[in-house]
């Protein structure tokens, strides 16, 4: 059993992860700043708090108040969103910064606030990226958002490996948003329907579960991105 933090709730993957990790025993305490981390915990008996992870002061916050009866062994960070297939001639500056911000400073807010209730005991840490097919085809922002996480992987598994602290990426390509509560479908390999949520839940699960695996960016896209496109 783990003791699971999960940041960024939304009804689409996010969903499909709390659901596939609930079910398999582990203990998980979810944070959003809508009134869907409301709704998903409550749906699934999950304790959870509403709070802005742009916002540094209130996550940490947050994270001191769960951790007083809360040991954690790992972090999955969802948070995301901001994708469009909008070019640069449509992309405003400040929808740029925002989708730059939802990526990027919530994933080293959620890292910064953790991390340090971490050292003591090691654990993982599990960020939602983008496979190549999606942030190719996506506005310059979210674009920049999600590489900027990825980079994050790899210099963080650096940095906290010394405190057996793994960080690793799951890159979804484009994955229904509408199935969390459904039996996954039978899909084909470079497949243009999206992806059931229930395997980007598998990945995660895969990584938090493997003790070694730390500093990797794994696609989970159907094999889009083992295409070179012509």
């Not at 910064?97 to 953790?114: G, H, P, Q, W, Y």
């Not at 993982?124 to 942030?135: H, L, M, R």
């Amino acid at each position: 059993m783990r003791n699971i933090i999960l940041t960024g709730v939304g009804n689409g993957m996010s969903c499909s992860i709390v659901k596939f990790l609930s079910e398999r025993g582990n203990n998980i305490f979810l944070i959003g700043r809508s009134e869907t981390v409301k709704n998903i915990g409550e749906h699934f008996n999950i304790p959870h708090a509403i709070c802005d992870l742009n916002n540094y002061d209130e996550l940490k916050n947050r994270v001191n108040e769960i951790f007083i009866n809360f040991r954690i062994t790992d972090v999955i960070h969802c948070a995301g969103n901001y994708f469009s297939f909008d070019d640069i001639f449509n992309t405003d500056i400040d929808f740029f910064e925002n989708a730059l911000m939802n990526n990027a400073r919530t994933f080293f807010n959620v890292v910064k606030s953790i991390s340090p209730y971490m050292k003591e005991n090691g654990g993982s840490i599990t960020v939602i990226g983008a496979a190549k097919n999606v942030y190719y085809n996506s506005n310059p922002g979210y674009s920049a958002g999600k590489g900027a996480v990825i980079y994050m992987v790899k210099s963080l598994a650096n940095q906290l490996a010394r405190y057996n602290i793994r960080v690793n990426a799951v890159s979804p390509g484009f994955t229904s948003k509408d199935d969390c509560f459904k039996m996954p479908e039978y899909t084909k390999l470079l497949s243009n329907k999206r992806n059931p949520s229930y395997y980007i839940a598998l990945a995660v699960n895969q990584i938090i579960e493997n003790d070694i695996v730390t500093g990797q960016n794994i696609d989970v896209d159907g094999g889009k991105s083992t295409q070179i496109p012509k």
